[in-house]
């Protein structure tokens, strides 16, 4: 069965920082990887998506994501933090039917 | 207007009265879903539909069922509410064109539910 695991529930960094979120799937197959964000009372955005070729997948609002098979890793990145990016992240991984499996969220916090 | 609407916004009920959360949208889309968001679990699925006639089971369907009136509804009830279906609810939609299997879902705004 597959599975995503979203390491740390909470990242903070400053305004300007670089911000990694990590996140590991575990899949029989290859599998269609997605990072979605929600603000503050709000729905799920999607930022980003790798489905096949390029493995460097760039997103809106800044961010970017490398797949790694190697590694089982799908981290997003962003190389200077803004305060709107204060928000939850989820990682989530479907191998098919587009049932989604969600990681556990990250909450970003930004501090000026 | 929003693509993906999701009414009521919140809810507060009482154990055992049977809630109904429903979901509207305009994207003309075939597929649907309904998840929970609880704090440090993330988005689980509760139930799926791949057209008005296709109904499917999620991984924590106990105690819900659901009910696709039209391509552009699909009502999530709570049959017998209890406390621990306290949760945030999101609707999501997508589309069954082309390669299926990543594209993109679209999420309602969502219905905070407090089972008292």
């Known amino acids: 069965a597959q599975s995503v695991t979203q390491l740390g529930s909470h990242v903070s960094v400053s305004e300007g920082a670089l911000v990694l979120l990590r996140c590991n799937y575990s899949?029989?197959?290859?599998?269609?990887l997605f990072w979605y964000v929600q603000y503050p009372n709000q729905g799920l955005q999607l930022l980003l998506k790798y489905t096949t070729g390029a493995t460097l997948v760039k997103g809106i609002n800044g961010f970017e994501a490398e797949f790694k098979k190697s590694e089982t890793s799908f981290h997003l990145t962003k190389p200077s933090a803004h305060m709107s990016d204060a928000a939850e992240y989820f990682c989530?991984?479907?191998?098919?039917?587009?049932?989604?499996?969600f990681g556990t969220g990250t909450r970003l916090l930004v501090s000026p | 207007d929003a693509d993906v609407t999701q009414t009521p916004r919140n809810r507060i009920t009482k154990t055992g009265k049977r809630i109904m959360l429903e979901c509207s949208q305009t994207?003309?889309?075939?597929?649907m879903y309904w998840y929970r968001q609880d704090p440090g679990l993330g988005l689980r699925l509760i139930y799926y539909s791949f057209d008005v006639k296709d109904i499917n089971k999620g991984e924590i369907s106990d105690g819900y069922s659901v009910s696709r009136q039209a391509q552009a509804k699909f009502s999530l009830s709570l049959e017998s509410a209890i406390p621990n279906q306290t949760a945030l609810y999101f609707c999501?939609?997508?589309?069954?064109?082309?390669?299926?299997?990543?594209?993109?879902?679209?999420f309602g705004p969502g219905t905070r539910l407090t089972v008292l």
């Open positions: 994207k003309g889309h075939d597929r």
């Open positions: 989530a991984s479907t191998t098919g039917f587009q049932k989604l499996v």
């Open positions: 999501a939609t997508s589309d069954s064109y082309g390669p299926s299997s990543y594209n993109e879902q679209f």
């Open positions: 899949s029989s197959v290859p599998p269609y």
